[in-house]
């Protein structure tokens, strides 16, 4: 059984097939999607599974972007909470 730093490490490796980046989206959504957390933990969480927070402004659209070194982005939806926090609506590449 692969973890999700697997799958990204097969996409940074050149695997582009659609069923790759689709357990990726589901394994991250099963563990943000709705979820409230702060900035900070949502980059750290990434960065753990290989993926860089890069240089978007998040505050602009409320959509973080994260990239792994192939320079594929996936994207971060999220609404403000209480206490700075944020609630994930949406992860897609």
Do not use: P, W
């Not at 973890?3 to 790759?20: A, K, P, Q, R």
């Not at 689709?22 to 960065?47: A, G, P």
């Amino acid at each position: 059984m692969y973890t999700l730093s697997d799958y990204i490490t097969m996409i940074e490796e050149g695997n582009n097939t659609v069923i790759l980046f689709n357990r990726v989206i589901d394994l991250i959504q099963r563990d943000l999607l709705y979820k409230t957390t702060s900035i900070n933990n949502l980059i750290n969480y990434m960065e753990n599974i290989g993926l860089y927070v890069t240089l978007h402004d998040y505050t602009k659209d409320n959509t973080m972007q994260f990239a792994c070194h192939s320079c594929k982005y996936l994207y971060v939806e999220y609404e403000a909470a209480n206490n700075g926090k944020i609630k994930i609506i949406d992860v897609r590449f």
